[in-house]
């Protein structure tokens, strides 16, 4: 069974810092990767996606991730955080062919002035 | 395009009851997943149905059941309602050339008294 490990259940950050929220994966081949953001009392959107090819992605926002599959891990990166960033951060895996998506346990961002 | 739509936003029941949360997707998605969401367990597959027929089906109790009609519309049922149940309820609808990207709606918040 895949499984997903986000590290940290909170990550404060100041406005214009660097963004880090770390993913890894369990898989015998390498899974479809997702970053969702959720802000309060909404769903899930979407912010980047790995499927094949290019192993650096980028997404909305401003947001990108890298898959290393040496490191079985896509962490999530943004040069700069702005206030509107606080959120809470999820990453998922899916098996290749299968639409069912397994989460992490989401990460929460905080932004501070 | 629409998003992915779900009635009602907010529904308060009491043990024992049973209730029912709706789902449209996105015209032209035919897979609709469910996903239950609390601050304990985090988000978990509940079920999905393609072309009105469940494909693939969660840990849960068989008190959670689902339907898909063929306009792609979804319902899931929870009967015997217990206070654990009390979640955001999620449907994502994918459209399933689209490596497997699924689109999330707001969620129907369930509260169990």
């Known amino acids: 069974a895949q499984s997903v490990t986000q590290l940290g259940s909170h990550v404060s950050v100041s406005e214009g810092a660097l963004v880090l929220l770390r993913c890894n994966y369990s898989?015998?081949?390498?899974?479809?990767l997702f970053w969702y953001v959720q802000y309060p009392n909404q769903g899930l959107q979407l912010l980047l996606k790995?499927?094949?090819?290019?192993?650096l992605v980028k997404g909305i926002n401003g947001f990108e991730a890298e898959f290393k599959k040496s490191e079985t891990s896509f962490h999530l990166t943004k040069p700069s955080a702005h206030m509107s960033d606080a959120a809470e951060y999820f990453c998922?895996?899916?098996?290749?062919?299968?639409?069912?998506?397994?989460f992490g346990k989401g990460t929460m961002l905080l932004v501070s002035p | 395009k629409a998003g992915v739509t779900q009635t009602p936003r907010y529904l308060i029941k009491t043990r024992g009851q049973q209730v029912t949360l709706s789902c449209s997707p996105i015209?032209?998605?035919?897979?609709v997943s469910w996903y239950q969401q609390t601050p304990g367990q985090g988000l978990q597959f509940l079920f999905e149905?393609?072309?009105?027929?469940?494909?693939n089906k969660g840990n849960f109790p068989g008190r959670f059941s689902g339907r898909q009609f063929s306009n792609s519309r979804s319902e899931m049922n929870v009967s015997t309602l217990e206070l654990g149940d009390s979640a955001l309820y999620l449907c994502?609808?994918?459209?399933?050339?689209?490596?497997?990207?699924?689109?999330f709606g707001p969620g129907t918040r369930l509260t169990v008294l």
């Open positions: 994502a609808s994918s459209n399933i050339e689209g490596y497997n990207e699924q689109f």
């Open positions: 790995y499927t094949t090819g290019a192993t």
């Open positions: 015209s032209g998605h035919r897979s």
């Open positions: 898989s015998s081949v390498p899974p479809y």
């Open positions: 149905y393609f072309s009105e027929t469940q494909r």
């Open positions: 998922a895996v899916s098996d290749r062919g299968y639409s069912t998506l397994t």
